[in-house]
């Protein structure tokens, strides 16, 4: 079983030290890991591992029955050993690129959700781009102008961003309709991860995410697209400042 250690709130941490429980051709197993699995819509991270006598690069991550891969490719030297103490590092900029992304997402949603009770249906994260699927929704330019500028005054606030493991009866008591989907995570889940914005939004989450909204720079839709009967498609980039 690898622990997540960058659960709860370590999202900033890209370099670490961890111990091999698993090697092969394909892929390495840490008892404990900072990179971030595919999931949620957010791709994995990439990056190193390096240990005495060798290195490889890490080109993808995932979870496989409570162990989480590190999918590697051309190894320099050996494979290291079970109990080898190993160096991970996380290509930094593109963890940050998609911490922004993920946080903003975030902002949409819940923009969205008080201004036109639309659901986020789906969405998918990238480090240059990303967009969300909402139903029931039709925007005209209007809104998509209003949303735009909603979430930019949101962010514009810098409200703390918290991240804390919180019991599932209080999750399901405190977190509004349209921001959990908790029928989608299994009963056994408990505690859950929170991603709370302060007097805004709260949302469980295993997400990697800002501490302020202030770091997500600023916001432009650049696409709305219809993928069918009530529902639309928001595509959004980001910008320093």
Not at 111 to 118: S, T
Not at 147 to 158: F, P, V, Y
Not at 176 to 184: I, M, P, S
Not at 188 to 215: A, K, N, Q, W, Y
Request: hydrophobic content about 30%; aromatic content about 6%.
């Amino acid at each position: 079983m690898s622990e997540l250690l960058y659960l709860p709130d370590a999202d900033d941490v890209t370099a670490f030290e961890a111990t091999v429980t698993e090697a092969t051709p394909a892929y390495i197993v840490l008892d404990g890991t900072y990179f971030y699995p595919e999931g949620g819509g957010q791709p994995a991270d990439r990056g190193r591992i390096a240990w005495d006598g060798g290195e490889t690069g890490v080109s993808g991550v995932r979870k496989s029955h409570g162990d989480v891969r590190h999918e590697i490719g051309d190894v320099s030297g050996t494979l290291p050993e079970p109990g080898t103490t190993v160096e991970g590092e996380i290509d930094a900029e593109r963890r940050r690129k998609l911490t922004r992304m993920h946080t903003a997402q975030h902002v949409v949603s819940r923009v969205v959700l008080n201004e036109y009770g639309a659901t986020t249906a789906g969405n998918q994260i990238y480090p240059d781009r990303s967009r969300i699927d909402f139903e029931p929704a039709d925007f005209d330019d209007a809104d998509v102008a209003s949303i735009e500028r909603r979430s930019n005054e949101a962010i514009e606030r810098d409200l703390p961003v918290r991240k804390a493991n919180r019991d599932r009866e209080r999750v399901e008591r405190e977190v509004d309709e349209g921001r959990a989907l908790l029928d989608l995570i299994p009963e056994s889940v408990d505690p859950l991860r929170v991603v709370e914005i302060e007097g805004f939004d709260m949302c469980p989450c295993g997400g990697t995410h800002v501490d302020s909204l202030g770091e997500i720079g600023r916001l432009e839709i650049t696409d709305v697209v219809s993928k069918g009967e009530e529902t639309e498609r928001i595509e959004f980039e980001l910008h320093e400042g």
